[in-house]
């Protein structure tokens, strides 16, 4: 992965259309990001992103479930959401994989 390359920007659609949120983390079982709005638990969603890889960008989407929604500013409409992943290619798991354990390093 190239130096300083890191995921910033996710894209959540919603019943309601799609929504550009900052990403927190990911993992090959989800997805963890900030959004000016809450969602209720058990909402489904697809979730889109690009991942660095040493190849330049991939696309990562997945379809899942929201397992967490906490409000992080008690003046702001800033929220933390977790989704659990349970529908994506087995090829963009792996390139999560191998995204999280070179910054891990």
């Known amino acids: 992965i190239p130096n300083?390359?890191?995921?910033?920007?996710?894209?959540?659609?919603?019943?309601?259309?799609?929504?550009?949120?900052?990403?927190?983390?990911v993992s090959r079982g989800g997805v963890c990001f900030f959004l000016d709005r809450p969602v209720e638990e058990m909402t489904a969603l697809r979730v889109e992103f690009?991942?660095?890889?040493?190849?330049?960008?991939?696309?990562?989407?997945?379809?899942?479930?929201?397992?967490?929604?906490e409000k992080i500013s008690r003046t702001l409409e800033h929220y933390e959401i977790a989704v659990f992943v349970h529908n994506m290619a087995a090829p963009d798991r792996d390139t999560i994989e191998q995204y999280v354990a070179t910054i891990r390093d």
């Open 50 to 69: 690009d991942l660095p890889t040493e190849h330049g960008l991939r696309r990562i989407t997945g379809d899942g479930a929201v397992v967490r929604c």
């Open 4 to 25: 300083g390359m890191h995921i910033n920007l996710a894209f959540i659609s919603l019943d309601d259309g799609d929504h550009e949120a900052k990403i927190r983390d």
